[in-house]
């Protein structure tokens, strides 16, 4: 083994002036910075756990039945089809080696480089509270996408049955924990998808009395964007008749609801949006990690010490010249992602890496039907020229001919009918997190 991969007839010769990438994760970093190698004089091998890759900004619309897992996702292969200079390998690395130069693979594989890539990103985090996540489950995957579709759409058919009142009440509540971005597009989507698009479908109870809660610790929602325009965001949230609760936390969650500072809150929905941390893969390589377990990088984006291992995308702790860090936002990720691949091939060839500097293109945000908020630089939009901007934005940015006429479809069909296609309940709780309960959707756990 040792080699980067294989010498198939139909990728390049491996000779001693072609240098072995190895790119961990197929998102926006990773994919971005297979394409940047296409014509250098690399051979390169991109691993990930998956075989697609994922456009996360769109997860929520999963989540909630606004669009199908295939609008959102495409093959990695398919993506990097004509490269005859990259090999894509579906696995799960078991660790890594810097001194050595070596990705161990979890089948026992090890793959030798010459350059390094690290873009595995982040996953959703529950401050010390990992028992949290069977009951709550955050939103970083396709499967955390279909598990809270399941939830949001098993409810409604739970409270269907249900002839108890007070049992019913907690089938129809939805509890959101944080007010970023995530958290805010999940609440007002199920308050959409409760008010509008399943509004008729019910004979014995009213959708519309759903109630949706959006907790979040801090003072105001979507922290990071303009002051006013979180004030509108929240505006458009009540709109919508979701209940926000700020400088409020959660101190418990259970299979019958949420604690939170001197309330409790039954619901048989709880979802969480609420924090990040960096994917485990860095807690092993032993370098200097920040608060949120990020590789702090040094200014051309490698790992001190490893000027041949890159790190980008969420994964990647790396300070601008104000003292500010890198957001962890798509245009980010494929940046760096772009920037660790020109950076490899100059040092391929003998030339010296450059500095990252990080061109920020803004960040928006949608509120529901016609209504968002963005901002880039000095512009502010809100309302429905923030939401014609992130629609623009997210089709501009979504991976495929084929997912950007669907998705435009979906989106068209959803205006003018306020219908969501992809209303399906499929799967069953399989992982540690979900299986116990099953939500415990049961009249008698309803009335405690």
Request: glycine share 10%.
């Amino acid at each position: 083994m040792g080699a980067a991969g294989p010498s198939h007839g139909y990728l390049p010769r491996m000779t001693q002036q072609v240098k072995r990438v190895v790119i961990i994760g197929g998102g926006f970093g990773g994919l971005y910075a297979a394409r940047r190698l296409s014509r250098g004089p690399v051979q390169v091998t991109l691993v990930d756990r998956q075989n697609y890759h994922l456009f996360q900004p769109l997860l929520y619309q999963v989540a909630t039945a606004g669009l199908s897992p295939g609008d959102i996702a495409t093959p990695i292969r398919s993506l990097l089809a004509k490269q005859s200079n990259v090999e894509v390998r579906m696995a799960e690395v078991a660790g890594i080696e810097l001194a050595a130069k070596k990705v161990k693979l979890s089948d026992g594989e090890v793959l030798d480089y010459d350059f390094l890539i690290l873009a595995t990103g982040v996953s959703h985090t529950y401050f010390g509270h990992d028992e949290w996540e069977r009951f709550a489950p955050g939103l970083k995957t396709l499967d955390d996408a279909l598990e809270m579709r399941r939830r949001v759409l098993t409810a409604f058919e739970e409270a269907e049955k249900e002839d108890d009142e007070k049992a019913r009440e907690r089938f129809l509540t939805f509890v959101v924990v944080g007010a970023g971005p995530t958290g805010v597009e999940l609440a007002g989507a199920i308050a959409e998808l409760s008010r509008f698009t399943v509004a008729r479908d019910y004979r014995r109870f009213d959708p519309k009395k759903s109630r949706v809660l959006l907790i979040e610790a801090g003072p105001r929602v979507l922290a990071a964007f303009d002051e006013k325009l979180s004030d509108k965001a929240l505006a458009s949230l009540r709109r919508l008749g979701v209940e926000v609760r700020l400088n409020t936390k959660v101190t418990n969650i259970d299979p019958h609801g949420v604690s939170l500072d001197g309330e409790r809150i039954t619901a048989a929905t709880v979802l969480w949006g609420a924090g990040v941390q960096a994917s485990p893969l860095s807690r092993t390589l032993g370098v200097e990690l920040d608060r949120s377990g990020r590789v702090k990088v040094t200014h051309d984006l490698t790992i001190p010490g490893h000027p041949s291992a890159y790190v980008v995308g969420d994964l990647a702790s790396f300070t601008q010249k104000d003292g500010s860090l890198v957001p962890g936002l798509a245009p980010a990720a494929i940046q760096q992602g772009e920037h660790a691949a020109d950076n490899i091939l100059a040092a391929a060839l003998g030339n010296p890496t450059e500095p990252f500097e990080y061109l920020d293109k803004g960040i928006m945000a949608t509120v529901g039907r016609a209504s968002g908020i963005a901002q880039s630089g000095p512009l502010r939009l809100s309302g429905f020229l923030g939401w014609c901007a992130w629609l623009f934005i997210h089709i501009l940015y979504l991976i495929g001919f084929r997912n950007r006429v669907i998705v435009m479809f979906q989106w068209a069909w959803a205006w003018f009918t306020f219908g969501r296609s992809a209303r399906l309940i499929t799967g069953t709780s399989t992982s540690a997190r979900r299986e116990p309960e099953k939500l415990e959707l049961t009249a008698e756990a309803a009335r405690r």
